[in-house]
């Protein structure tokens, strides 16, 4: 065999080897925009496609999604800021494009932390510009070591968000009880990552230590379903038989407890500081 037929064959199975990775990983830019800051689409030594995200004191650094979704299920895998993260905040949420004071918006946000201390995982939901509807959890590993399953579902039933397929929260559809829930909007799903030592750390104590910048974030295989309002459809479809968009099964029930029980450190129905007697009509409701 000679030299250039030994290096053409080598060169296409090269060809073959990196189209089967891609075909098998799928590609992130696809689906996703790089928007601004200092963000990379790379391949790790393991041939995964992954986004960077970086902070520094001078750049914060988003993507969002081509497309938009009225109702979705999103999964993303999510590796956070290692180290001293304080004043950190790494996002991934859905939000509309409309008019700001009506905007929906479905809100994941992981609050770093000094070094060895747990990250916080800050949830809220806006539906008609209205938000306010905070819940916050630890989690049951360091998700800074490797990447973990974050899971946004949006149907007409409930909001639901999932850790590596574990139910953390539910927030029910209570349309009929005039609670806003957003159902009319299409939402664009957003990563990001910026500072937020003004809120963020106990209220703004703890400041972002720059001199432990840049601060990077990581992000992999994303998936996207959408579920068309009208049609059914296997995950979210109003007339499947699936747990999506059913009441939930005793298992997820279970794991809604069991996180509510260990794992929940906030959360804005029970706090009677900030609402006295006025709690939110969704709180009160059952
Ligand atoms: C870091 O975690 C500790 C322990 O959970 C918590 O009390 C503290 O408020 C967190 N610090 C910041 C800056 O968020």
Same mark, same amino acid.
């Given at each position: 065999?000679?030299?250039?037929? #030994?290096?053409?064959? #080598?060169?296409l199975w090269a060809f073959y080897l990196i189209l089967a990775i891609s075909m098998?990983?799928?590609?992130?830019?696809?689906?996703?925009?790089?928007?601004?800051?200092?963000?990379?689409?790379?391949?790790d030594n393991s041939g995964k496609q992954t986004i960077s995200l970086t902070l520094d004191r001078w750049t914060t650094s988003a993507f969002r999604s081509k497309s938009t979704y009225l109702f979705s299920r999103i999964d993303m895998d999510i590796k956070l800021v290692a180290g001293d993260s304080a004043g950190t905040v790494t996002t991934l949420y859905m939000i509309t494009e409309g008019l700001w004071q009506f905007h929906d918006e479905i809100d994941l946000e992981f609050l770093g932390n000094s070094t060895g201390e747990p990250y916080t995982l800050h949830t809220n939901l806006y539906a008609r510009g209205k938000g306010g509807r905070e819940k916050r959890y630890k989690l049951w590993f360091d998700p800074t070591a490797d990447f973990h399953t974050y899971t946004i579902i949006w149907n007409q039933r409930n909001i639901l968000i999932l850790v590596d397929d574990k139910l953390i929260r539910q927030i029910k559809n209570n349309l009929m009880y005039s609670v806003p829930y957003p159902t009319y909007q299409p939402m664009r799903v957003y990563g990001s990552i910026w500072n937020a030592d003004d809120w963020a750390t106990m209220g703004g104590r703890v400041k972002t230590d720059w001199s432990q910048?840049?601060?990077?974030?990581?992000?992999r295989n994303y998936r996207a379903i959408a579920c068309p309002p009208q049609q059914?459809?296997?995950?979210?479809g109003q007339s499947s038989g699936n747990w999506f968009n059913q009441e939930l099964d005793v298992t997820r029930k279970q794991q809604l407890q069991e996180?509510?029980?260990?794992?929940?450190?906030?959360?804005?129905?029970?706090d009677t500081k900030r609402f006295k007697d006025n709690l939110p009509k969704e709180c009160t409701i059952n």
């Open positions: 065999m000679g030299q250039a037929r #030994a290096h053409l064959l #080598a060169s098998v990983t799928g590609d992130l830019t696809n689906d996703l925009d790089i928007l601004w800051g200092n963000s990379k689409v790379f391949y910048a840049p601060f990077t974030a990581y992000f059914s459809s296997p995950l979210c996180v509510d029980a260990n794992y929940k450190i906030y959360d804005y129905c029970t």
